[in-house]
């Protein structure tokens, strides 16, 4: 395969693909660009799982605590901050290591998907952002979604506005289905000689390893960090609080639900998304499953597994 190198370690929140992608990239002489939505965010370290100056252990990471929770962050912008990254690792010789579970984002760096087709009127997406606001505006605009578009409904949380919004708006402006059009793009030839690994495990240790994440993460102070990210007037509506473990702490200190219930819907959508992040992983091409069931659970093991592959593709 021609083109320039580059290695993609994913998987579902809390399988543990950070501590992996850091013996990754020494083995392979590799840095990191993070592809999540959420870690490039400053002052949102706990409910993120934000990789620490120590865990790095000297590893240049990119795309992480750059933007402050005010600013908007999504797919286009990603690919742009993704490639200016990829480049500079490059020059210096590296190769550029890509590691979250934003499948969507990995997508569109992989395959280079051109985004500026979708870039039309805009009065169309207000219009939407306006009957979200009113009292059953998630669930009109998420029923118009699984009318217009079966497909990006079966893949998109009711709750998650910014998305039924960016699909509902993709069909109006292209008369394409958003869940066809990815469909098409990712049957494109990436122009890197990629490894794309997906990191994953049992789904029942899978499910206690997000339980324990929580329970430690409000141990460590997330509903501070929530609070204090609230007080400094960061809106609830806003890409940051999007995030999970935000969202639902927000609507708490909101005064919608109890604590207990906050943080029992916090591991509940927490296991939904781990879930859907699976199901969208199984249907890319050229996957290579790294199953710690499988391998087992030393790091030493999946480490070598992961470089044999690497040395097969001609990438280390």
């Known amino acids: 395969m021609t083109g320039k190198p580059l290695i993609i370690l994913a998987g579902p929140t809390a399988v543990g693909k950070t501590a992996l992608s850091i013996r990754l990239a020494k083995a392979a002489g590799a840095e990191i660009i993070s592809a999540d939505s959420m870690q490039v965010y400053r002052h949102m370290d706990i409910g993120s799982a934000k990789i620490t100056k120590e865990e790095m252990a000297g590893v240049p990471h990119y795309l992480v605590d ?12 990603f690919q742009q901050m993704a490639k200016v990254a990829a480049h500079e690792i ?15 984002y990995i997508q569109a760096l992989l395959y280079d998907i051109d985004f500026t087709e979708n870039d039309g009127d805009e009065s169309y997406r207000r219009e939407l952002e306006q009957r979200a606001v009113s009292e059953q505006g998630a669930s009109e605009l998420y029923e118009m979604l699984k009318t217009a578009d079966p497909g990006s409904a079966r893949e998109i949380h009711p709750h998650n506005i910014k998305r039924i919004i960016r699909a509902l708006e993709f069909y109006h402006q292209t008369g394409e289905k958003m869940s066809e059009h990815n469909e098409k793009q990712r049957q494109k030839e990436s122009p890197y000689n990629y490894a794309y690994f997906v990191l994953t495990d049992e789904r029942s240790r899978l499910y206690e390893r997000i339980d324990r ?65 699976i199901t ?4 890319e091409k050229d996957v290579i499953w790294a199953d710690r069931s499988v391998i087992g659970q030393d790091e030493d093991k999946l480490e070598a597994y992961m470089l044999g592959c690497l040395r097969e593709k001609g990438i280390v």
């Not at 750059?66 to 912008?77: A, C, K, Q, S, Y």
């Not at 490059?90 to 969507?104: D, N």
């Open 66 to 77: 750059v933007l402050e929770p005010e600013e908007e962050f999504n797919v286009v912008r």
């Open 90 to 104: 490059w020059e210096r010789g590296k190769i550029p290591l890509v590691v979250g579970g934003t499948g969507f």
């Open 213 to 277: 994440r929580v329970d430690l993460m409000m141990e460590r102070g997330l509903l501070d960090e929530v609070r204090r990210l609230k007080e400094r007037g960061v809106r609830r509506d806003s890409t940051s609080m999007q995030g999970l473990g935000y969202k639902e702490l927000y609507a708490y200190l909101d005064g919608e639900y109890p604590f207990d219930e906050a943080i029992r819907i916090i591991k509940r959508d927490t296991r939904h998304f781990a879930k859907r992040q």
């Open 280 to 283: 969208w992983f199984k249907r």
